[in-house]
Nanobody, 113 residues
Framework: QVQLVESGGGLVQAGGSLRLSCAAS????????MGWYRQAPGKQRELVAV???????HYPDSVKGRFTISRDNAKNTLYLQMNTLKPEDTAVYYC???????WGQGTQVTVSS
């Protein structure tokens, strides 16, 4: 069992930046892949970024070039750096251990135009 706690969300103007953090209650070194997802009102949860192994990453086209996922195994923390934010990035953001049922509680990101 592992608990994931996201932080770093908030209200930002379009073009701004935020860095989300996901702190795990235990070692994340054992998890091969971790990801960030988001869910906007009335929409399905969607993948935002995934990191695999020592640093392989994947992003959907909607965030590619603007978002960067990283992990610090020593601090048991997953990060999502979000730059050049757009109003359509507004959503609740969740971290997830791929292939498991472990999800965080989410952190709200609101981008104003």
């Amino acid at each position: 069992q592992v608990q994931l706690v996201e932080s770093g969300g908030g209200l930002v103007q379009a073009g701004g930046s935020l860095r989300l953090s996901c702190a795990a209650s235990g070692s994340i070194f054992r998890f091969n892949a971790m990801g960030w997802y988001r869910q906007a009102p009335g929409k399905q949860r969607e993948l935002v970024a995934v990191i695999i192994g020592l640093g392989g990453t994947h992003y959907p086209d909607s965030v590619k070039g603007r978002f960067t996922i990283s992990r610090d195994n020593a601090k048991n923390t997953l990060y999502l750096q979000m730059n050049t934010l757009k109003p359509e990035d507004t959503a609740v953001y969740y971290c997830h251990v791929e292939g498991s049922g472990f999800w965080g509680q989410g952190t709200q990101v609101t981008v104003s135009s």
